[in-house]
């Protein structure tokens, strides 16, 4: 896409959106052009008409001079008024447009890409940006032909005047270099916005509220958000002087020369040359050949602004359509012989070092795999690229035999469900937040139903006033939920898809008591393994629960980014590694030690009653230690 269909295009939707207000705005826009020269005109024939006593033509200059001076004022702010119709209407499609573009893309790798980052900042709301400058490209020509048409009169009555237009010349380059100017230093500047932006975020929104009361960080984030500001603000000063100092440099030369051209008027005048309707005429049409300039450089500057989102646009646009086809093979319909990395690598984009490294691994169709490891080991990771939103950076995933590279990111994903520990609160009515798990069963109230089963969201469901009906979320005046009833209706969107291929589950019982987590594995595992038999599907889960992982069939310890131990259960505590050794202190950390007995048991109140049954400190019989 170029900028030139990209613009063609907004046209074409203001056309077919708002045509008859188009139409009015075209010839508003025309007329006003019109009168550009031909109120300077009916200003000569007024006074020619007075000083030869002819009131026949005085009467007709005065009216078409009315005429003039009321449709440029009437119709400027009628157009005015129309540029925002228009723009809205075209902005609504724009937005569209840029959240598709967002969405197209494959991976989210472009999530931690600053220019990336930048650009979208930049196109926050950028519908209606660009819609203005769509408009605002109509009246640079309109603009021009004003000029055009100052110009033509002048070379008319008085051809040296036309010396005075070459000095707009230099008046609008400097002009536009100092737009320039301001339009770097606000990319430079976009990070700087950004932090300042999340500054703010952070002092304003609940989310992060309380933890900045109870540390008392609220007056030391509020100076480092005013230092951000202010140091932004120095920064874009700066270009903004320069781009004033520009301006009248370019201004001072410009009236320097309309000053000598006043002078060469009175001269024609006295020496009986031209006419006093002529001089008129000329003061008129220099002081519009001003105006035109002061026009076209407030034109551009809007429009130079406008530029810059149209080229932001226009990236993202690109890059939407260069990851907009990753893979061209077949997702298969069940799983035979199941998930197999080779050499799997992997570092985060602009990072040298590498998080995941040499991970080879096979995950037999059917089977559930759990993944263990100190924090940062590169478990999320390795979740993350099964779920192909990044790529390795070295090795492949083979799905059956088919590497995951050629499968297509959006086929894959339509097989695939997942959990995550930083899931997302989408703020919807209950059974449209649990029900994005698979968009086409948004209104299937059995399927969603039996999902909050899954999720162990039942009793939400039946404490919340309006059931599955209930808004959530206490800035769109729903119900505001806790963590962990939270992470339940995210739990729950995990089991909206009917024929998953793979099942991730990354710690999605983090804010779930032990005996929820409990009762939600057995619930995934009863999935799984009805899924299992039917398509083959794959279940990776990471947590930090003992008692969870080792149910599972196979078991990985991450360290540093690669596979240290690998086995069941029961193989890895023969082992008597890294698994067995988090195992035996988990259990040791449930068990009451002599001296404590009285107190851990009063404490234990609270944790013993919730922990399942295989929960190490539950189950002493089979304790290692
Ligand atoms: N988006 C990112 N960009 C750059 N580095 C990242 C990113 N996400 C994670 N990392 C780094 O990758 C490493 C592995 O992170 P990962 O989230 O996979 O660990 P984890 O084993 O799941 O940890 P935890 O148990 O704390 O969730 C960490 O060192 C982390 O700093």
Redesign the pocket.
Known sequence: MTRLSAITSLYRVAWGEQRRLLVTYLALLAGDVLTTGLFGLALRALIEGALHRDLRVALGATVVAALCWTTSAVGSWARTNMVYLLAEAVSVELDTRILGMVGRLDTVEHL?NPEYVDRVALLRGGGDLLAHYAWGLLDVVATLLRLAIVLTLLAVVAPPMLALALLLGPVLWLQRRGQQRISHSLLATAEGTRLADHLYSLLTEPAAGMEIRIAGAGEALQERARLTRTSLIRQQEHARWAAAGLALAGWTLFVLGYAVALLFIMDSVSSGRAEPGDVLLVITLTMNLRAQAEGTIATLQRTGEGLHFLDAYLWLNARAAGTASSGRAAVPDRLDAGITLRGVSFS????E?P?LRDIDLHVPAGSTLAIV??????????V?LLCKLYEPTGGTIAVDGVPLADLPAEQWRSRTTASF?DYARFAFLLRESVGVGDLSALDDLARIGRAVAHGDAELIVEQLPSGLETQLGGLFDGLELSGGQWQRVALSRAFMRPTPLLFAL??PTASLDARSEYTVYQRQLEFAKRHARASGTVTVM?S?RFSTVRTADHIVV?SD?RIVERGSHEELMTLGGNYAELYTLQADGYKPSPSQAPARRRDAVSVTPQAGPHDPGHRPSTDPS
């Open positions: 931690e985060y984009p602009g990072t070092l998080v490891g100190e924090h940062g080991a590169g478990k999320s990771t390795l993350k520990q990354d710690e990471i930090h991450l980014g």
